[in-house]
C-alpha cells in the first residue's frame, strides 16, 4: 500500500497546483456564491425555520418532499454547480492520467521501480479522489461561512445531512474521475481523451436529459386516438392516452436511471426528505434505507471504468 500512497501524493500535489484545478476551484466558488447571493433575502427570511416542500431537483430529473432550512436549501440550490463543474473536474483530471505518463515517456522511470500497474491506477485514483475531496470541501465551508455571515443559525439535523450530502457528492465526482482513468486508458492521446471526456461529460449531464423524454415518447409508440371532446388538461377523460403517457414517464424513469446524476439526485433527495405531517426531517435510518438501490447502482457506476482501466492498463504494450 506504500506505492500506491507515494503515487496518490504526487498525483494530489501535481493537480492541485494545475491551473485546471485553480480555474475550476475559483469559478466553483463564484457559482456558489452566486447562487446563494441570488437567494439570499429567502435564506435569511427562513432563519430559525423549518419547512417540507414538494421540490425538484435541477438537471436529474428527481423530484420528492425534502426539508427547507437555509442550509439545506443553500445545498440543493448549489446542486446544478457541482454537477456540472464537480463532473467536468472529476473526467479531466482522470481523462489524462496514464496515456500523459506514456507520452512524456515517464511511465517507464515509474515502473522502473518495484512498482505494479495496478498500484500506479490506484494511486492516480486515490490522489486524484483526495483533489475532488478537497474542492467539495472548501465549497462547503464557504456556503456554512456564508449563513453565518448573513447571521444565520445552521441546525444540527441539516449541518449532519449536508456533511452526509458532501460524502455523497464525492462519491459522484469520483465516478467521473474513474470514467476519465478509463477514456486515458482507452485513447492513446491526452488531448483526444481530454475533448472526449468533456463532449460526453456535456451530453451525459445537459444534452441527454433533454432528449430522454422524446425518446421515451418513440418508445412507447404513437400517440393513441381520443375522442374530439378530449382535453390534454383532463387526461382521465381518455383512458388509451392516460395509460400511454404512465408508459412514456416509465420509459423517461427507466432511461435517466443510466445516469450517475439521476442517482445523486435520488440520494440527495433521501439524504434530506421529511415527513409533510411532521414537518421536519424523516429519521435519518430511515432515509439512507430509502436510497440502498440507488447507492449500489452508484458503487457499480465508480468501479465499473475503473476496473475497465485495470484491465486495459494490465495488458497494453508500452513499448
Not at 27 to 54: K, N, P
Not at 108 to 132: C, E, M, Q, W
Not at 176 to 193: C, P, V
Request: proline share 3%; aromatic share 10%; net charge neutral.
Amino acid at each position: 500500500m506504500k506505492a500506491e500512497i507515494n503515487i496518490a501524493l504526487r498525483e494530489f500535489h501535481s493537480s492541485i497546483r494545475s491551473k485546471r484545478f485553480v480555474i475550476t476551484l475559483a469559478s466553483y466558488l463564484f457559482m456558489i456564491f452566486f447562487f446563494t447571493y441570488s437567494i439570499r433575502d429567502e435564506l435569511i427570511q427562513r432563519a430559525g425555520q423549518t419547512e417540507v416542500a414538494y421540490t425538484s431537483l435541477p438537471l436529474t430529473g428527481v423530484d420528492g418532499n425534502i426539508v427547507i432550512t437555509p442550509l439545506s436549501l443553500s445545498t440543493t440550490s448549489n446542486l446544478s454547480t457541482i454537477l456540472i463543474f464537480g463532473s467536468i473536474l472529476g473526467i479531466t483530471l482522470g481523462a489524462d492520467s496514464i496515456n500523459r505518463e506514456i507520452e512524456d515517456g515517464t511511465i517507464k522511470v515509474l515502473l522502473s521501480h518495484p512498482l505494479y500497474r495496478d498500484h500506479l491506477i490506484t494511486g492516480k485514483f486515490l490522489g486524484n479522489a483526495l483533489s475532488l475531496g478537497l474542492m467539495i470541501s472548501v465549497g462547503f465551508v464557504f456556503s456554512i461561512d456564508y449563513l453565518l455571515l448573513l447571521g444565520i443559525p445552521i441546525d444540527g439535523s441539516s449541518l449532519i445531512r449536508s456533511l452526509i450530502a458532501a460524502f455523497v457528492t464525492l462519491v459522484y465526482t469520483t465516478i467521473f474521475l474513474s470514467m476519465g482513468i478509463a477514456f486515458s486508458s482507452l485513447l492513446k492521446r491526452s488531448e483526444i481523451s481530454t475533448l472526449v471526456a468533456i463532449v460526453f461529460v456535456i451530453f451525459l449531464i445537459l444534452v441527454y436529459p433533454l432528449v430522454s423524454p422524446t425518446l421515451a415518447s418513440k418508445l412507447v409508440g404513437e400517440k393513441p386516438y381520443c375522442p374530439s371532446e378530449y382535453n390534454e388538461n383532463k387526461i382521465d377523460s381518455c383512458i388509451a392516452m392516460k395509460e400511454w403517457e404512465k408508459k412514456r414517464l416509465l420509459w423517461k424513469k427507466r432511461l435517466l436511471t443510466l445516469t450517475p446524476t439521476y442517482h445523486y439526485g435520488s440520494l440527495i433527495t433521501y439524504v434530506f426528505s421529511g415527513d409533510e405531517l411532521t414537518q421536519d426531517y424523516i429519521p435519518l435510518e430511515e432515509s439512507l434505507s430509502l436510497g440502498v438501490t440507488s447507492l449500489l447502482i452508484f458503487l457499480n457506476e465508480l468501479i465499473l471504468p475503473l476496473a475497465l482501466a485495470y484491465i486495459r492498463f494490465a495488458t497494453m504494450d508500452l513499448n
